[in-house]
């Protein structure tokens, strides 16, 4: 399984970018979905996730200006972010979990967003 994620960029604060991420390949389900960030010199940190049912879960710095959504005919997961702040500057990473066996989990590779001052 592959995980193409993609829709970074530079964006000014206040603004909006949508991420996607695609997996090729046979995820096994259930599997959860889920995007990551990285900022410079910190650890990576979950920002979002949602579960097979529907179910989603976000970080309290992004709750209110951040979307998570899937669509599992197509096998990808979307992040709509709004109201972009310089905090939420990092290289984000899409992630698929099987939720009965969450050993069995895959990373894309990151896109990077840069929210300028």
């Known amino acids: 399984v592959q995980l193409q994620a993609s829709g970074g960029g530079l964006i000014q604060t206040g603004g909006s970018l949508r991420l996607s991420c695609t997996a090729s390949g046979i995820l096994t389900r259930p599997y959860t979905l889920g995007w990551y960030r990285q900022a410079p010199g910190k650890q990576r940190e979950l920002v979002a996730e949602i579960f097979s049912s529907g179910e989603s879960k976000y970080v309290d710095s992004v709750k209110g200006r951040f979307t998570v959504s899937r669509d599992d005919g197509r096998n990808t997961v979307f992040l709509q972010m709004n109201n972009l702040k310089p905090e939420d500057t990092g290289d984000y990473y899409c992630?698929?979990?099987?939720?009965?066996?969450?050993?069995?989990?895959?990373w894309g590779r990151g896109t990077q967003v840069t929210v300028s001052s």
């Open positions: 992630n698929a979990r099987n939720e009965y066996r969450p050993s069995v989990t895959y």
